[in-house]
């Protein structure tokens, strides 16, 4: 449990709301206590909607059974949209990749979201991943490419050296994302054109 926050004469509630705070992406112990501020400065107009869509949320949205993507219906809207090329399969590190892609309206394919990469030192194996619901979809459907869009980091290039290896009894064209994503970079923080440009330019793997 951390410890009680040092900005003075806060209630436990307080405390344990900026504590909560603490844990997401990018908020350290300060920036928490800023936005607990925040939301206290305005419990109805902005807390407790916040709240509310918090708890709606949680409640509502699931992953999807397929493809492994966050939404309010199984299969997600990804899956059953009709328009999408059913032939093309792009994997993914998690769901923000998926969404930045989309964001960018680069890929009108399906999505597989691994749920992260190998990495020995993290002690992340291959049955950690969801790479055997991977390999049954291609084997199930008419998968003509498989497209590894997977972190251009060690762990990353691991990863798709992996999944090419296992595709490869499939006769499934496996490509990867090739300039446009420097060494190191993640995909959820790429500017729409670099994600273009990484996409067309797709290599054999």
Do not use: F
Not at 40 to 55: Q, S, T, V, Y
Request: overall charge neutral; hydrophobic content about 45%.
């Amino acid at each position: 449990m951390m410890p009680p926050d040092p900005g003075g004469n806060a209630t436990d509630q307080v405390d344990r709301l900026i504590a909560l705070l603490a844990k997401l992406p990018g908020m350290g112990r300060r920036s928490a206590r800023r936005a607990a501020l925040k939301l206290l400065r305005d419990p109805a107009g902005l807390m407790l909607p916040l709240a509310d869509a918090m708890r709606a949320t949680a409640e509502a949205v699931r992953p999807c059974r397929i493809c492994g993507n966050l939404d309010t219906q199984d299969p997600c809207r990804i899956c059953t949209d009709p328009n999408r090329d059913q032939e093309t399969i792009c994997v993914v590190e998690g769901v923000a990749d998926l969404w930045a892609l989309e964001r960018a309206r680069v890929h009108r394919g399906l999505y597989h979201v691994l749920g992260g990469v190998l990495s020995a030192l993290a002690g992340v194996g291959p049955d950690d991943l969801r790479v055997e619901s991977l390999l049954a979809r291609v084997r199930a459907g008419d998968t003509r490419e498989v497209i590894l869009a997977l972190p251009a980091t060690v762990d990353g290039a691991t990863t798709a050296h992996y999944l090419h290896d296992r595709l490869r009894p499939s006769g499934t064209a496996v490509t990867r994302l090739a300039q446009g994503v420097p060494m190191g970079g993640a995909l959820d923080v790429m500017d729409d054109g670099t994600l273009a440009a990484a996409l067309k330019a797709r290599r054999p793997a």
